[in-house]
């Protein structure tokens, strides 16, 4: 997992937390057809309403270039724009930006025309479906000029329904989150920064009871917390779940606007917090989250079984 538990900081608290990204780091990440993120990806492409949604009367696609150029940037043995059209040759599909128009060959994976024909009549909210399985990462877009959320191609949310957000100011969106008071004060001015000409990153984390990618509120399982298990056999009965998140700057838009990416990453526990360092961070930070915090990422039962596995990898 690229991500370092041992560079938490206590107490915690929800906060911003964004950094300029280094030069040469890469905002997309080609997805493999047979990993198991495309799998989830392409079962919840099933259902186009909760995935793939377009704010009316936005123009997204400066932002659709944007993506295009960052993914051949990124990953250029996976991703190559020639003129307006993207090549994708783990999908065997070419499209051409502006007109949404798409050509799929013989070698497309099993599933994926049929996801795409579910919006055919739809050309341009179709391309976001094909970036979403091209690339690991969750897409939005922001608008600066509004702190509107425009574009969401969201297959895997974190407990959190895209259908529900789209064309939502940035504060708006925010409100169930706990302890959100510094997000929400600093909405505006946080919208204008990361729609701006530099790159932006930060990261999220949290733990779940299952390897699952897909925690859409509509769709996914219920979550079963093993609350009965002895601390010591946790290690791989809970998965932390990381989000990379980045902002690709959007050039030629007639407003201030990112593609906001959402790489997710997930690991059983013994394996992302491998070392007593790390083991010990965290267990600073959990142990000084709020309730609010606790409830709203439903850690509140598990987190005394959670703080005693980490003190004792801790101590290891």
Request: aromatic share 6%; glycine share 4%; with cysteine.
């Amino acid at each position: 997992m690229d991500f370092d538990f041992a560079a938490l900081v206590a107490p915690f608290r929800m906060q911003p937390g964004l950094s300029r990204m280094p030069d040469g780091a890469p905002n997309l990440s080609a997805l493999d057809p047979g990993d198991r993120l495309f799998a989830e990806k392409l079962a919840a492409l099933a259902h186009p309403e909760q995935t793939v949604l377009l704010a009316p009367d936005f123009d997204a696609t400066p932002a659709a270039f944007a993506f295009a150029a960052r993914l051949a940037l990124d990953a250029p043995e996976h991703a190559r724009l020639e003129g307006e059209t993207l090549h994708l040759p783990r999908l065997d599909a070419r499209i051409h930006i502006r007109s949404g128009e798409l050509h799929l060959g013989p070698a497309t994976p099993q599933g994926v025309q049929v996801a795409l024909d579910r919006l055919a009549a739809e050309p341009l909210r179709r391309r976001w479906a094909l970036f979403a399985l091209a690339v690991r990462e969750d897409l939005a877009v922001l608008d600066g000029s509004t702190t509107r959320l425009q574009v969401l191609s969201v297959c895997v949310p974190s407990h959190w329904a895209p259908e529900d957000k789209i064309g939502l100011p940035f504060a708006a969106a925010h409100m169930p989150v706990a302890d959100n008071a510094l997000l929400i004060k600093a909405s505006e001015s946080l919208a204008r920064l990361v729609t701006g000409t530099e790159r932006w990153q930060r990261n999220v984390w949290t733990f779940q009871p299952s390897p699952h990618f897909d925690g859409h509120p509509r769709r996914a399982a219920p979550r079963v917390w093993p609350l009965d298990a002895e601390p010591a056999s946790l290690g791989d009965k809970l998965w932390a779940r990381v989000e990379h998140q980045s902002f690709i700057p959007v050039p030629n838009a007639a407003t201030a606007q990112a593609v906001f990416s959402i790489r997710l990453m997930i690991e059983p526990i013994e394996a992302a917090i491998a070392t007593p360092e790390a083991a010990a961070a965290t267990h600073a930070a959990v142990a000084t989250m709020s309730e609010q915090v606790l409830a709203y990422r439903s850690l509140t039962r598990i987190q005394p079984g959670l703080l005693a596995w980490l003190a004792a990898r801790a101590r290891e």
